[in-house]
């Protein structure tokens, strides 16, 4: 332990997510101490259709969101 489960668009390479993956870990390891054998890390896609409602469910209705994002959900629809 800790789990991390990163939620993003649709589009990265096996690559991008695999540094993103291991840069997560580092920091965690540099922060908190933690031992890397102990650290675990997924990554879920979504479309930007598909993020309009998970936004609502994972970032307005979290009572642990940490780090509050300051874009409206919508923006991803434009890209």
């Known amino acids: 332990m800790p789990h991390i489960h990163v939620k ?5 390479t ?4 695999k540094a993103a993956a291991e840069k997560l ?14 650290i675990s890390v997924s990554i879920e896609e979504f479309t930007p259709e598909e993020w309009q409602e998970q936004y609502q469910k994972e970032v307005m209705q979290n009572q642990n969101l940490i780090l509050q994002p300051d874009y409206d959900p919508k923006d991803v629809l434009k890209k």
Do not use: D, F, V, Y
């Open 14 to 17: 096996e690559e991008q997510k």
């Open 25 to 38: 870990a580092n920091a965690l390891i540099e922060t908190i101490g933690c031992q890397k054998a102990h």
């Open 8 to 12: 993003m668009l649709k589009g990265r």
